[in-house]
């Protein structure tokens, strides 16, 4: 053989670094880079793998999570979280029942303990209750024991106040971990996200900047996320987007959506074990 009985590098081996690079080695071969360098590579991609199922309320990176509908048709869908609301709840129920629009409800257990009346309107009207924990707790550092009990309690208090049996979650500003989900098919859940909000819950937002926001965000297939509460205040001012409410309708309405329950985007009803 040439070159003193050596044999040429095998072809992609070679390497095309200058010459005295850090993975280049006598005799033209690449070596893969070293572990000091791989693991932590692969370290940041599990953090960020990890980072993105926790804090993006639709990735299904912890199981299966409905965050719009069907994209061809202008259907639309009204949710509200955080309540029930003395000074809210109330109005907005008026409002979808003079517009005849459903909506659906993610309520905290503790408020409708404080608000029963309210919680029981909200079901009388007919418009869906789903889950929101207990105490609107965020949910993804919290272990099973935990998170079982925000979402078993709450479905028992839902069921003893109204009569309904909730059957969809959303977990609190849509933090969740692999725990969640386990805790929610339990129950028979599908877990909702959302396709956008528009920060009703600030307090410097007007009930015009509300309105303005879900106009201009709205399209087809679109699950809007507005607040009835505050998760962490029972009495917190929510009437900025009550007072909002009929202008998003008849905004909506005007560009030809429909706003549909949305139980219709459950893609199937397990039974609780």
């Given at each position: ?68 509908g069907r994209r ?191 139980a219709e985007l459950?893609?199937?009803?397990p039974r609780r074990?």
């Open positions: 053989m040439k070159n003193g009985g050596s044999n040429p590098p095998a072809p992609g081996n070679r390497c095309v670094e200058p010459p005295g690079g850090a993975n280049c080695r006598p005799g033209g071969f690449v070596f893969p880079p070293p572990m000091d360098v791989i693991l932590p590579l692969a370290a940041a991609g599990a953090v960020g793998a990890w980072a993105y199922g926790t804090y993006e309320p639709n990735s299904p990176l912890f199981g299966p999570v409905v965050g719009h061809d048709s202008r259907l639309a869908y009204l949710t509200f979280d955080d309540g029930p609301n003395p000074g809210a709840t109330d109005r907005i129920l008026e409002t979808l029942a003079t517009a005849s629009v459903p909506a659906a409800f993610f309520v905290v257990g503790e408020h409708v303990r404080r608000f029963p009346d309210i919680a029981r309107r909200v079901a009388n009207a007919g418009h869906e209750i789903g889950n929101h924990t207990l105490r609107h707790r965020k949910l993804h550092f919290r272990g099973p024991r935990r998170i079982r009990e925000e979402l078993e309690r709450t479905h028992e208090i839902i069921r003893a106040t109204t009569g309904c049996t909730a059957k969809s979650f959303r977990a609190p500003h849509g933090y969740r971990n692999p725990f969640v989900t386990i805790g929610a098919r339990r129950l028979g859940y599908t877990v909702f996200g959302w396709t956008f909000g528009v920060w009703d819950s600030d307090p410097g937002v007007s009930a015009e900047d509300i309105r303005r926001r879900v106009r201009r965000k709205l399209r087809p297939g679109a699950i809007v996320l507005l607040h009835d509460g505050d998760g962490y205040d029972p009495e917190g001012d929510r009437r900025r987007t009550a007072a909002a409410l009929p202008g998003i309708i008849a905004d909506a309405q005007a560009a030809g959506y429909t706003f549909r329950p949305l459950v893609p199937f009803q074990s």
